[in-house]
């Protein structure tokens, strides 16, 4: 059976056998409990994770002190503050534990010397960079354009698992609304 990274990695990048173990060999399985910070927002982001098992969440505090979710992360996807990691300054956001997690484990060094050896794995941090660019710009696009109601129905359809496994009012912060306003969304769509 392919190890959940390798298979994670085929659905948008060719990756020989080499790396593939190249790639594998620069993790560590690490766990979390729930509340667990991984990166803490003022800190220089040194590690990206690939989630095995478990969610992670993603915020930013406003000038207000208001927690600001960004990004929820589940089973077989990466996250790291990109910005931060890629530049090595100071990170803007916190990541937290939302669950009890076991995440696969790399730094910038590991990384960076991977990239070195392989160009299937330069290839592939390149359609990471990529899709990060990608998927900020849509969320962007969506904050600005779009309903909170579309904005729930496109994430439920993107994270389909969210409804289960993230209490209402962070999907609530995450949509920019209240837990109220979000109630209402859902009686709503329950309806029709």
């Given at each position: 059976m392919m190890h959940p990274l390798i298979e994670t990695i085929q659905k948008t990048s060719e990756f020989s056998p080499e790396a593939a173990d190249l790639f594998l060999s620069i993790f560590e399985e690490k766990e979390y409990k729930?509340?667990?910070?991984?990166?803490?927002?003022?800190?220089?982001?040194h590690e990206v994770f690939f989630i095995l098992k478990g969610a992670l969440r993603q915020f930013y505090i406003d000038e207000n002190g208001n927690e600001k979710i960004c990004n929820f992360s589940f089973e077989n996807e990466f996250l790291t503050d990109?910005?931060?990691?890629s530049r090595q300054i100071p990170s803007h956001?916190?990541?937290?534990?939302?669950?009890?997690?076991?995440?696969?484990?790399?730094n910038c060094v590991k990384l960076v010397e991977a990239i070195k050896k392989s160009d299937d794995i330069a290839k592939?941090?390149?359609?990471?960079?990529?899709?990060?660019?990608a998927d900020s710009?849509?969320?962007?696009?969506?904050?600005?354009?779009?309903?909170?109601e579309k904005q729930f129905l496109e994430l439920i359809q993107d994270k389909p698992q969210i409804l289960q496994r993230i209490p209402q009012r962070y999907i609530a912060q995450y949509l920019g609304i209240a837990p109220e306003s979000l109630s209402r969304i859902r009686k709503r769509l329950a309806k029709s």
């Open positions: 729930k509340n667990t910070i991984l990166l803490e927002s003022g800190k220089v982001s990109l910005e931060s990691f956001s916190t990541i937290i534990a939302q669950e009890d997690c076991i995440c696969l484990v790399t592939f941090f390149s359609v990471v960079v990529e899709n990060v660019a710009i849509r969320r962007t696009k969506s904050l600005l354009s779009f309903s909170p």
